[in-house]
C-alpha cells in the first residue's frame, strides 16, 4: 500500500475526524495532502449484494472510523470514471450485512449519476440524478434512527436522495470508499471533508 501521510493506525490523519481509522478493504494507493484524500481502488472492486443471485462483493476499498450515535458526513466528491460503475462514496457500514453508500458513479447508461445502495442482507441499488459536472457535494446523515442521503451542487443548498435505516445497530462507521466493479480501477477524490457529531437539523431538506 502507497502512502504520502500517515496518521491513526497507520492511515490518513483527517483533521477533525474521530480516533480509531481503519480500512474494511486496503486499496492500490492513497494520498492525503493538504486536506485532499485520493484512494486508487484495483480492479473487479465493489461492496455489493446482488438481490437476484445473492452473490457478494466486498473487495472496495473503503477508509472508515467510528461515528456517533447522530452525524453528518459530508465531502466534496469526484472520481475517474472509463468504466461502468466506476465511482466515489461516502459509506456507512453497520455490518457486512447492513450498510450504505451514496456514491458519484458512472452508471449503466454511461453517464455520471448519483447513484444510492441501501443493503439489510440484499442490496437495494437507486439511479438518482443524472451529474453534468466535473464533481458533486455528498452527505451522509443520522437522526435518531433514520440515516439520511444527500447530495448538492455547491455544498449551502441540499436535496434529499432517500433516508432509511438500519435498525437496531451496534456502533456504526462512517467514511469513504472507491470502486471499479467492471474495469481495471478507479480513484476517487474528496475534498472539503467535515464531520460533525450531531445530525441534521431538517432531515428531508438535508440542512
Same mark, same amino acid.
Given at each position: 500500500?502507497?502512502?504520502?501521510?500517515?496518521?491513526?493506525?497507520?492511515? %490518513?490523519? $483527517?483533521?477533525?475526524? /474521530?480516533?480509531?481509522?481503519?480500512? #474494511?478493504?486496503?486499496? *492500490? @494507493?492513497? =494520498?492525503?495532502?493538504?486536506?485532499?484524500?485520493?484512494?486508487?481502488?484495483?480492479?473487479?472492486?465493489?461492496?455489493?449484494?446482488?438481490?437476484?443471485?445473492?452473490?457478494?462483493?466486498?473487495?472496495? %476499498?473503503? $477508509?472508515?472510523?467510528? /461515528?456517533?450515535?447522530?452525524?453528518? #458526513?459530508?465531502?466534496? *466528491? @469526484?472520481? =475517474?470514471?472509463?468504466?461502468?460503475?466506476?465511482?466515489?462514496?461516502?459509506?456507512?457500514?453497520?455490518?457486512?450485512?447492513?450498510?450504505?453508500?451514496?456514491?458519484?458513479?458512472?452508471?449503466?447508461?454511461?453517464?455520471?449519476?448519483?447513484?444510492?445502495?441501501?443493503?439489510?442482507?440484499?442490496?437495494?441499488?437507486?439511479?438518482?440524478?443524472?451529474?453534468?459536472?466535473?464533481?458533486?457535494?455528498?452527505?451522509?446523515?443520522?437522526?435518531?434512527?433514520?440515516?439520511?442521503?444527500?447530495?448538492?451542487?455547491?455544498?449551502?443548498?441540499?436535496?434529499?436522495?432517500?433516508?432509511?435505516?438500519?435498525?437496531?445497530?451496534?456502533?456504526?462507521?462512517?467514511?469513504?470508499?472507491?470502486?471499479?466493479?467492471?474495469?481495471?480501477?478507479?480513484?476517487?477524490?474528496?475534498?472539503?471533508?467535515?464531520?460533525?457529531?450531531?445530525?441534521?437539523?431538517?432531515?428531508?431538506?438535508?440542512?
Amino acid at each position: 500500500m502507497e502512502q504520502q501521510q500517515s496518521g491513526v493506525g497507520g492511515v %490518513p490523519g $483527517l483533521v477533525g475526524l /474521530a480516533e480509531g481509522m481503519e480500512w #474494511l478493504v486496503e486499496p *492500490v @494507493s492513497w =494520498s492525503f495532502d493538504e486536506g485532499v484524500l485520493s484512494i486508487t481502488a484495483g480492479a473487479k472492486t465493489d461492496w455489493f449484494i446482488s438481490p437476484t443471485s445473492g452473490a457478494r462483493a466486498e473487495s472496495a %476499498p473503503c $477508509l472508515t472510523f467510528p /461515528a456517533g450515535s447522530e452525524f453528518t #458526513l459530508t465531502a466534496l *466528491v @469526484s472520481a =475517474s470514471m472509463k468504466s461502468r460503475w466506476d465511482a466515489g462514496a461516502l459509506m456507512v457500514f453497520a455490518d457486512r450485512e447492513n450498510w450504505g453508500k451514496i456514491a458519484f458513479e458512472k452508471s449503466a447508461y454511461q453517464e455520471p449519476t448519483i447513484v444510492s445502495v441501501v443493503t439489510k442482507g440484499v442490496s437495494d441499488d437507486c439511479n438518482g440524478e443524472v451529474w453534468k459536472g466535473q464533481g458533486v457535494w455528498l452527505r451522509i446523515g443520522k437522526v435518531g434512527k433514520g440515516i439520511g442521503l444527500y447530495n448538492s451542487a455547491d455544498g449551502v443548498k441540499w436535496r434529499m436522495v432517500r433516508v432509511f435505516s438500519l435498525g437496531e445497530t451496534g456502533d456504526l462507521r462512517v467514511g469513504f470508499e472507491a470502486q471499479s466493479p467492471t474495469g481495471q480501477g478507479a480513484t476517487a477524490t474528496f475534498r472539503e471533508i467535515s464531520y460533525r457529531a450531531r445530525g441534521i437539523a431538517d432531515q428531508f431538506m438535508g440542512e
